[in-house]
């Protein structure tokens, strides 16, 4: 069993249009690095300088990686990462 | 037909009413439907900033939203905030989070007590473009 990664539309152009793709990996990061490998560009528009980018929100199983370390969060076989654009802005 | 956000009247009033209810706190939210250009469902959303000068969806309340929409096959049509003190118009970081380029941007300003501002914007790849609105009774099918 892989991990099953849901791509935001706007991420699609590094899918070939793909919603829903396979990785594999023991943390996030290392998910992140086997996505960049099938599906190049994805991985800058997660990472910035090392950290998640702030304009985008991962969830391993519904729960957002920022609470379960970041991109050494776990994942295992069968799990399920969602990744979705933050929603938010301002007046400035 | 250029870019255009046609959209019924009971939702306008529901997202003025909305951002009115939440001054001087930034009111968000989105506009569900099966497609970008038809919004039906109005769904406020909590700022979980609550400031009066940033908003954010709260990442579990997005999760939530985003599955929800998913099994209603829903995009979001319309993605609104309102401004408090400043006019309705993106700011550089509203274009920088602007995270679903299909959707309609609708910015409310509740600057004055008496008027409001309700524009429209479609932001892509960093640009924005206003669109007019079109409000409507009901939606010809």
């Known amino acids: ?92 | 037909m250029g870019p255009v956000l046609v959209i019924r009247r009971d939702l306008v009033e529901a997202i003025v009413e909305h951002a009115r209810r939440d001054h001087p706190d930034e009111a968000c939210g989105v506009i569900a439907g099966p497609s970008p250009d038809r919004p039906e469902r109005f769904v406020p959303m909590l700022n979980a900033a609550r400031s009066p000068t940033f908003y954010e969806f709260e990442s579990g309340d997005l999760l939530r939203l985003y599955r929800e929409m998913d099994a209603k096959d829903e995009v979001p049509a319309v993605v609104y905030h309102s401004h408090t003190a400043t006019e309705a118009y993106p700011s550089r970081t509203d274009v920088s989070y602007a995270g679903e380029p299909e959707a309609h941007y609708v910015l409310v300003s509740t600057r004055e007590p008496d008027t409001h501002e309700f524009r429209s914007y479609r932001i892509v790849d960093g640009e924005v473009a206003e669109e007019p609105v079109e409000i409507v009774e009901s939606y010809r099918e």
Do not use: C, W
Request: charged share 25%.
């Open chain 1, 1 to 92: 069993m892989a991990i099953t990664v849901s791509i935001p539309t706007i991420l699609r152009t590094h899918t070939g249009g793909e919603k829903s793709v396979e990785a594999s990996g023991g943390t996030l990061a290392e998910v992140i690095d086997n996505l960049e490998s099938n599906h190049g560009g994805l991985k800058s528009r997660l990472v910035k300088d090392g950290v998640l980018h702030r304009f985008v929100n991962i969830y391993v199983n519904d729960e957002d990686v920022r609470f379960a370390g970041g991109l050494e969060a776990k994942v295992a076989d069968g799990d399920n990462v969602t990744i979705l654009p933050a929603v938010a802005g301002g007046s400035r």
